[in-house]
């Protein structure tokens, strides 16, 4: 079993930065992918980026340009940059880990932009 564990949110102004972290441990394969995905009050889950194993990136138009997926040098350590923040952006955001034919949530961490 993998577990996920996402962190680094909190209320920050609009404008400003947020670096989220996601900590994958357990039964990781050694090569995976790893996704970021955010769920706004009263709307469904949104795709925002997505790393995979061999570091090619994908983001989602919403965010391409303001948010950097990236690997720390602790590979099980997967980073969301997040700047220019704006209101819209206000959610909890998830970390998917993707590995085979299997995956894990982790539970989130609130990220509330104020205008």
């Known amino acids: 079993q993998v577990q996920v564990v996402e962190s680094g949110g909190g209320l920050v102004q609009s404008g400003g930065s947020l670096k989220l972290s996601c900590e994958v441990s357990?039964?990781?394969?050694?090569?995976?992918?790893i996704g970021w995905y955010r769920q706004a009050p009263g709307k469904e889950r949104e795709y925002l980026a997505r790393?995979?194993?061999?570091?090619?990136?994908q983001y989602e138009d919403a965010v391409k340009g303001r948010f950097t997926i990236f690997r720390g040098t602790n590979k099980n350590v997967v980073y969301l940059q997040m700047n220019n923040l704006k209101p819209e952006d206000t959610a909890v955001y998830y970390c998917?880990?993707?590995?085979?034919?299997?995956?894990?949530w982790g539970r989130g961490t609130q990220v509330t932009v104020s205008s």
């Open positions: 998917r880990y993707v590995g085979g034919h299997g995956h894990s």
């Open positions: 357990g039964r990781t394969l050694s090569a995976y992918d």
């Open positions: 790393l995979w194993d061999n570091g090619l990136t």
